[in-house]
């Protein structure tokens, strides 16, 4: 297993000088190789993991590091295998993506060899159980994609995404670097195991919430979020895909591991874990349901599912406060499978939105409409991921939020009245947030694929490669078959979950299995009902076949209207929603009204966008308020030498003092 777990970083460093002398058009096929590779290797590992057969061995990393423990338990090999196959899909479906690009040989070669190194720091976070080695991998993690974000490194706007999120993610290394210290300062060691002791000795809720907000930052919640709606939109579709699909989920992945060594305030923790959560959800989807730009909705979506995974880790921790081992299955379990759907789905939407962008050059919902004319299957395919993402059967979205709506019932019924409420309120806040998620995509759908087209684009759209389609029909069946077989994922979550607290282990309930049996016959049912209208539109193909067709004008009601200004826009589609929510959904218009007078008026032009209410309320004011400050310091950096050069003297005059007076040894 050592020698697996070698090869891992061996594969990797030789794509990587590879990648420096091959020819550009074959550095795709080289970093797909190496990712298929690295994947096979590792997941591997991971499936001996998930059967029970725990991996784990220790090597000596000097003073500094100390023991490192390497460890696949089963949690750890649930991430790996979900970090693989979204690594797959998105290698695969970006070297069909870029290659509609003029790129240079270099520019390709960088972005191949982060890609590489980026799927194999998102890997080794999941492997390693020592503290200080465990924020090189995550810094690895975070400078590599990072990099990959700012592809287009020409556009000033992609620059700024990118440092806004470098900016962030270093926050986030600062609070877990705060969290590893505190603990090896009371135990002396960096190795994960000795959570268990501090956490055994010590008050739980102050060092978790520590660690709550550096994971918290990568995974999304708000208010920690606002790199995601600057990140996606910015960079390259596949690498979208993969970082909203996976690496948001090693938030998630380091929350879960943090709670794996809790030993108290379970019930507080998940009070509070799930009242974020909901605002969360609620906050994303709001956003997502207003915004224009199809990839900043799908940005502000991630942040909606990630409140839903809250929620589920929320009830997983009130069952571990209330000895309630269905609550406990039903939250957690919910929470694991939705990061599994997520992944899938999410990618798959980013992965056709990045086809709509490779066609149109636009990411701006206004400018287009009509598109399931001359992409048909990417249509298709968006349409799938909306109602996946919408946890609507027969797709896996439904089977994750059924779990969590079940762990909600069965927190009803808890005894304690404060408990119940905040139930109550949640069920309530997650039946709204299914309901907007259902508005925002429908708003989506009809503005870029119906109606007709609402402004001339350069270039006439028409379907994309076959490289970029294999990989989401790939996504699709693997969404499938969470839908279809959900006993088998469930029962592989069921394992985890035995295993993943160290205090107690808590065995799997009987009524578990009852949940599963229930969606199993919803999903079966569900494809029934598919099946039956497959079947009548096969009919009809037929009963057509020959005939002549006449084709019509989608909006010719009455009379067909030489302008598709008729037609809704994504804008009036949610007006109404933006003008109930305008103080949390903040619009910007820029519009000079008619005056009195003005009997014969001039062409007006009228533009609106929406700001993020926490960076447009709290950010902006904080860093104009650091900028302002550090201007008063700018007369430092004049740009004349002399200054400089007095700079030193002054340096060296003032040593010489402290010295002569022993000041300073």
Request: charged share 10%; glycine share 8%.
């Amino acid at each position: 297993m050592v020698e697996l777990i070698n090869l891992s970083w061996i594969i990797a460093l030789l794509a990587i000088v590879t990648l420096r002398f091959v020819p550009a058009n074959f550095k795709a096929n080289v970093a797909a190789i190496a990712v298929v590779a690295n994947s096979i290797v590792t997941s591997w590992l991971a499936i001996f993991a998930l059967s029970g057969q725990i991996i784990s061995f220790t090597f000596y990393g000097g003073e500094i590091f100390g023991d490192i423990i390497i460890r696949i338990d089963q949690l750890s090999a649930w991430f790996i295998l979900i970090i693989n196959f979204t690594c797959i899909t998105g290698v695969f479906y970006g070297s069909g993506y870029l290659k509609a690009y003029d790129n240079s040989a270099k520019k390709l070669s960088l972005h191949w060899i982060l890609f590489v190194l980026f799927q194999l720091s998102m890997v080794w976070v999941c492997m390693i159980q020592n503290g200080f080695a465990f924020l090189i991998a995550w810094e690895i993690m975070s400078l590599s994609s990072m990099m990959l974000v700012i592809f287009d490194t020409h556009n000033p706007k992609t620059l700024k995404a990118g440092i806004n999120y470098l900016v962030q993610m270093h926050i986030s290394v600062v609070f877990l670097t705060i969290g590893f210290i505190w603990v090896y300062f009371q135990t002396g060691s960096f190795s994960f195991d000795t959570f268990t002791t501090y956490f055994g000795s010590n008050s739980n809720i102050w060092l978790f919430l520590v660690f709550f907000v550096g994971f918290g930052l990568k995974a999304g919640f708000i208010p920690f979020h606002s790199w995601l709606p600057h990140a996606h939109p910015a960079a390259p579709s596949h690498v979208s895909g993969v970082m909203s699909g996976v690496i948001v989920k090693l938030g998630i992945y380091g929350i879960f591991r943090i709670i794996s060594y809790l030993k108290s305030d379970y019930l507080l923790l998940g009070e509070i874990l799930i009242s974020i959560s909901v605002l969360t959800g609620l906050y994303g989807i709001l956003n997502a349901a207003v915004h224009r730009d199809f990839k900043r909705m799908l940005a502000y979506c991630t942040i909606e599912n990630i409140g839903i995974i809250g929620i589920g880790i929320g009830i997983g921790l009130i069952g571990l406060g209330n000895n309630s081992p269905i609550l406990y299955y039903l939250g957690f379990g919910g929470a694991l499978l939705h990061v599994l759907n997520h992944s899938l789905f999410k990618s798959l939407l980013f992965y056709s939105a990045g086809s709509v962008y490779q066609q149109t050059h636009t990411r701006d919902m206004e400018k287009l409409g009509g598109l399931i004319k001359s992409m048909p299957r990417t249509a298709v395919i968006f349409l799938i991921g909306a109602i996946a993402i919408g946890g609507m059967p027969p797709f896996n979205g439904f089977i994750s939020e059924f779990l969590i709506y079940s762990g909600l019932i069965q927190g009803i019924q808890l005894h304690d009245m404060t408990q119940i409420i905040l139930m109550v309120l949640t069920f309530a806040g997650l039946s709204i947030i299914g309901g907007l998620s259902i508005l925002a995509f429908t708003k989506t759908f009809s503005t870029i694929f119906l109606g007709t087209q609402r402004q001339p684009l350069a270039l006439k759209p028409h379907e994309v490669s076959i490289q970029m389609l294999v990989p989401q029909y790939i996504i699709i069946v693997a969404m499938l078959s969470v839908a279809i077989f959900p006993q088998v994922y469930l029962q592989v979550i069921g394992n985890i979950l035995s295993g993943l607290t160290k205090s107690v282990v808590i065995p799997q309930p009987t009524e578990f299995a009852n949940y599963i049996s229930i969606m199993r016959s919803i999903s079966l049912y569900s494809m029934l009902l598919v099946g039956v209208i497959i079947c009548f539109w096969g009919i009809r193909v037929l009963a057509l076949r020959g005939k002549s067709q006449v084709v019509g004008a989608t909006w010719g009601c009455g009379y067909t209207a030489g302008t598709s200004k008729i037609q809704y826009t994504a804008k009036s589609f949610s007006k109404s929603l933006s003008k109930t929510f305008n103080f949390i959904v903040i619009e910007r218009k820029q519009y000079e009204e008619l005056q009195a007078g003005e009997i014969f008026p001039k062409d007006k032009k009228y533009t609106s966008h929406y700001h993020d209410f926490f960076e447009f309320r709290f950010i902006r004011i904080a860093t104009n308020r650091l900028i302002y400050s550090a201007n008063y310091f700018k007369f430092i950096q004049n740009g004349r030498i002399q200054s400089y050069v007095l700079y030193g003297i002054v340096f060296i005059v003032a040593i010489f003092i402290l010295t002569f007076f022993n000041i300073v040894p």
